[in-house]
């Protein structure tokens, strides 16, 4: 049902090291998200954009930063990665007037 | 500040019964609360939303309820299934703000 897409699924990779998470939808919403949760925990919003241009940083925006230059598309970037950046990252999305969330299927990263 | 909370943290159940899964909040202004389910590995899809005007929301075998002046919601699952296995997440959303999230319930139907 939804057309949310994040890749990659798994990712490995060494401190300090940069990174951009993707994040696509096909379906014109407004309203994307970036949530951060581990593993029995809750989840923390990172960043949120409520149309093209626009970007919010949430609860836990730590050293990370995205960018909405088109609609359909919601990267998170974090510049330089440290292991307590270990977690699972997912991706959100709803149009304007509809409460109904669509999640990716996340990104589980792991910083050595 | 607005805390969710849902006990147990994890729960198993023979196949075939009916269960309730609950979830608290501290503060009775929300504008609404849905309720998640997430599978191993996976996003999260949206099972049931209920507005803070209503008190109930059903489909199929899912029913959710809404008591504002207690802080509570349950979600009732008929005649479970081991499909029904999987981690059970609500979140509220204050009066326009974002959501807040339980760190989820556990379900384990046992065949």
């Known amino acids: 049902e939804a057309d949310i897409y994040q890749t990659p699924r798994y990712l490995v990779i060494g401190t300090g090291k940069k990174i951009t998470l993707e994040c696509s939808q096909t379906?014109?919403?407004?309203?994307m998200y970036w949530y951060q949760q581990d593993p029995g925990m809750e989840l923390h919003l990172i960043h949120y954009?409520?149309?093209?241009?626009?970007?919010e940083k949430g609860d836990l925006s730590s050293e990370s930063t995205v960018s909405r230059i088109r609609t359909e598309h919601f990267p998170l970037t974090l510049e330089s990665a440290r292991p307590s950046h270990t977690s699972q990252y997912l991706c959100?999305?709803?149009?304007?007037?509809?409460?109904?969330?669509?999640f990716g299927s996340g990104t589980q990263l792991s910083v050595l | 500040k607005q805390e969710v909370t849902q006990i147990p943290a994890a729960l198993s159940v023979p196949e075939g019964e009916n269960l309730v899964l609950n979830c608290s909040f501290t503060?009775?202004?929300?504008?609404?609360l849905q309720w998640f389910r997430q599978d191993p590995g996976k996003g999260l899809t949206s099972l049931l939303l209920?507005?803070?005007s209503q008190r109930e929301q059903t489909s199929g075998r899912l029913n959710a309820s809404l008591d504002k002046s207690s802080g509570r919601s349950t979600l009732y699952i008929a005649a479970s299934q081991p499909g029904d296995s999987a981690t059970y997440l609500c979140?509220?959303?204050?009066?326009?703000?974002?959501?807040?999230w339980g760190a989820g319930t556990k379900l384990i139907i046992k065949p």
């Open positions: 954009s409520y149309g093209v241009n626009s970007t």
């Open positions: 379906m014109g919403h407004d309203k």
């Open positions: 979140a509220v959303r204050p009066s326009n703000y974002q959501l807040i």
């Open positions: 959100a999305s709803r149009a304007g007037t509809n409460e109904k969330l669509f």
């Open positions: 503060d009775s202004a929300i504008y609404n």
């Open positions: 209920i507005q803070s």
